[in-house]
């Protein structure tokens, strides 16, 4: 009776049913590994709440759309599409968050197609080396701190060309001027350059300098980060 309760009202006669019992393991499987894989992300990470409550149900939510497709290639290739959807309405994450999703789902269908102990093992094996790596700080460069970006307001009266130059080329290994905009109604502009220091200890001494010539306007000076969208 309760086999025909869970059963689909267009099943055929030759259809398997998944039995409820063996759907709550998967589920419930699906929900652990969720967890492990959402707390090896938080380790040593920045997150937001809502990634990782995501990134806990996305493997369970693949169990289910998987055990229900149950080899229809119909439905098969409705659920591919409707994933393809979400893509379009959804911002590009980082590669760490990408990579986080590809992991939840990729468990998920291996849960879904009843290997549980492969999405476990899966889980753990490459959970664990994520874990590693925020360790390590893997792919992060060791002198970061001399990679800076700088910005530089000035009045519109000055040309900017090769004002800086002395001063870039005394205090830093690389400069690249990579943006100018105007600002205040046009009556300033405001630079943007990377630079690599060649001493950090002289980063003070150098905005003194730039000081001097930008009529002691607003400077800013912060860490080279990459744009969230880029891979």
Request: hydrophobic letters at 45%.
């Amino acid at each position: 009776m309760l086999n025909h309760l869970f059963k689909g009202i267009f099943d055929a006669e030759y259809t398997a049913v998944i039995s409820p019992g063996k759907f709550l393991l998967c589920v419930s499987v699906a929900l652990v590994i969720g967890l492990l894989l959402a707390g090896c992300y938080m380790y040593h990470s920045r997150y937001t709440r809502s990634f990782v409550a995501t990134l806990a149900m996305l493997p369970a939510v693949v169990c289910v759309v998987i055990m229900m497709v149950n080899g229809n290639v119909g439905t098969g290739v409705a659920v591919a599409g409707a994933f393809s959807l979400i893509r379009f309405r959804s911002a590009a994450g980082s590669a760490k968050e990408i990579g986080a999703i590809f992991l939840a789902m990729g468990t998920g269908l291996l849960a879904g197609m009843g290997y549980l102990g492969y999405a476990v093992l899966c889980a753990v094996l490459l959970g664990g080396v994520s874990m590693i790596y925020n360790q390590l700080d893997f792919g992060v460069k060791k002198r970061n701190r001399q990679y800076k970006t700088l910005r530089i307001t000035i009045p519109e009266n000055l040309d900017y060309t090769d004002v800086f130059a002395p001063v870039m080329s005394e205090y830093t290994k690389e400069c690249e001027l990579t943006e100018v905009k105007t600002t205040n109604m046009g009556s300033l502009f405001r630079l943007t350059y990377h630079l690599t220091l060649q001493d950090v200890s002289r980063e003070k001494e150098m905005i003194d300098r730039l000081r001097c010539r930008n009529g002691n306007l607003e400077i800013t000076i912060s860490n080279q980060q990459t744009a969230i969208g880029e891979l």
